[in-house]
């Protein structure tokens, strides 16, 4: 994986950026770059901790996994979310929690009851999670 100290790095200037942001839009925006930083984080084994990180930020924590069993289960438990992605041999996932409480996440015009989740699943091909209804074929289970 990339190097910690250069990924702390971007990790904090990405959270900056979400400082200035006023528009609930510009959260999927960031959450696709952050999505990224696992990518990067999880390739090879990150060489901090082979299953998980955490960044904890003013304005969002981010945890990136991998999946780590025989199986290819992928397992991410956060304090508002958890992940659990079946026979995801190969996959990383990144958990995002963008706390709306805080004057950085306001939005104009828009009251949001509580904190943005977002949740990305990606393989070793760049390829996304699909939707589906049958867990041993890959799908995934998600509680918020």
Do not use: R
């Amino acid at each position: 994986g990339e190097d910690p100290v250069v990924v702390d790095k971007f990790v904090d200037v990405v959270d900056s950026f979400a400082a200035e942001m006023h528009a609930i839009d510009e959260v999927e925006l960031l959450d696709d770059v952050l999505a990224a930083v696992c990518d990067a984080v999880n390739e090879g084994g990150n060489g901090v901790n082979s299953t998980t990180t955490t960044f904890n930020e003013d304005s969002f924590s981010l945890t990136c996994a991998q999946s780590s069993d025989t199986e290819g289960s992928l397992v991410v438990a956060t304090d508002s979310v958890s992940l659990v992605a079946y026979n995801s041999s190969g996959s990383s996932a990144s958990v995002s929690t963008w706390v709306v409480d805080t004057e950085a996440n306001t939005t104009d015009g828009t009251t949001l009851m509580a904190d943005v989740q977002g949740i990305s699943i990606t393989y070793d091909d760049g390829s996304a999670a699909t939707e589906t209804d049958d867990v041993d074929s890959g799908g995934y289970q998600i509680s918020i």
